[in-house]
Nanobody, 126 residues
Framework: VQLQASGGGLVQAGDSLRLSCAASGRTLSGYSMSWFRQVPGEKREFVAGISRSGGSTTYADSVKGRFTISRDNAVNMVYLQLNSLKPEDSAVYYC????????????????????WGQGTQVTVSS
């Protein structure tokens, strides 16, 4: 599976961004999907996850109410809408495919993911 994340950028606090994750090589509908983020020198942190159909979502407490994960299985895409951005949201954002298929389990542990996109940088200025 190849994942391509895009949509990051430099914005001001309070602004919004929409991140996209495009997949090729395998149909994403068989997988729950997640977004993580990472700051240099720190561990990759879970941000949001979504079930295979999109009917169930999970968020880190730090982004709940501000970020929204969604997916479009018809075009093999996963999205992350980032609203009310804060400087502490600055990081490289990665989409991930877990090791397991045909399950709606969303893990917040990065080592349980088999494939990652190359990441997209989000920088929020105060």
């Amino acid at each position: 599976v190849q994942l391509q994340a895009s949509g990051g950028g430099l914005v001001q606090a309070g602004d919004s961004l929409r991140l996209s994750c495009a997949a090729s090589g395998r149909t994403l509908s068989g997988y729950s999907m997640s977004w993580f983020r990472q700051v240099p020198g720190e561990k990759r942190e879970f941000v949001a996850g979504i079930s295979r159909s999109g009917g169930s979502t999970t968020y880190a407490d730090s982004v709940k109410g501000r970020f929204t994960i969604s997916r479009d299985n018809a075009v093999n895409m996963v999205y992350l809408q980032l609203n009310s951005l804060k400087p502490e949201d600055s990081a490289v954002y990665y989409c991930g495919v877990p090791f397991w298929r045909y399950s709606n389990i969303v893990s917040e542990i990065s080592t349980r993911y088999e494939y990652w996109g190359q990441g997209t940088q989000v920088t929020v200025s105060s």
